[in-house]
């Protein structure tokens, strides 16, 4: 038996490395689409409140 658990731990750890590869790639993209998107809106406040200010300075 102990023969025949090591003979799917090469394709395990593969799976693993590959999971784990995978993961960090996406969770990346998906944090750059975030970051992006919070930039945006960040902007959006900013030019907003620009207009407000100047509305109400008037």
Do not use: C
Request: glycine residues 4%; aromatic residues 8%.
């Amino acid at each position: 038996m102990p023969a025949a658990t090591k003979t799917f731990m090469p394709a395990l750890a593969t799976f693993i490395a590959l999971s784990f590869t995978y993961t960090a790639v996406v969770a990346r993209k998906e944090g750059n689409t975030i970051d992006a998107a919070r930039t945006r809106w960040q902007q959006q406040r900013a030019h907003a409140g620009v207009e407000n200010s100047l509305l109400a300075h008037h």
